[in-house]
């Protein structure tokens, strides 16, 4: 549960942070980041695999370029569904989802599966 709870927290604050850098990305209110923040876990749980999957060809053929192009989507679905968010269009999608993916990315180095902040230390002996 902590887990969950900090990696919600760090998705709430990749939101805010996408919504404060890029002109085309709005968000308003502070239930709406928590909104979105669980919407967007939702997605990324349930639909994004299958997205995933039906478009394997297209993202082997991309080298795995696609995948962008899916997050995008999956960001600007949860846009749509929620009416404090909004995403001026394509280009703010995704990269309002690399962002997003950049903190969320950071933020998994130093936090382990039980939500506990975790440092790898790698010993050399020889």
């Not at 669980?38 to 053929?61: K, Y």
């Not at 009416?83 to 269009?89: E, H, K, L, T």
């Amino acid at each position: 549960m902590q887990g969950f709870l900090l990696r919600s927290l760090i998705t709430i604050f990749g939101l805010w942070l996408t919504a404060a850098v890029l002109p085309g990305v709005t968000i308003t209110g502070t239930g709406t980041f928590i909104l979105a923040a669980l919407l967007l876990g939702f997605v990324n749980a349930v639909i994004r695999p299958l997205a995933v999957i039906l478009t394997f060809p297209l993202t082997l053929l991309t080298m795995g370029l696609f995948l962008l192009v899916i997050n995008a989507g999956m960001f600007g679905l949860v846009a749509r569904f929620l009416d404090g968010f909004s995403v001026a269009g394509f280009w703010s999608a995704l990269f309002g989802s690399i962002i997003l993916g950049f903190t969320s990315t950071l933020a998994s180095w130093y936090i382990g599966p039980k939500g506990r902040y975790e440092i790898l230390i790698i010993e050399n002996r020889r």
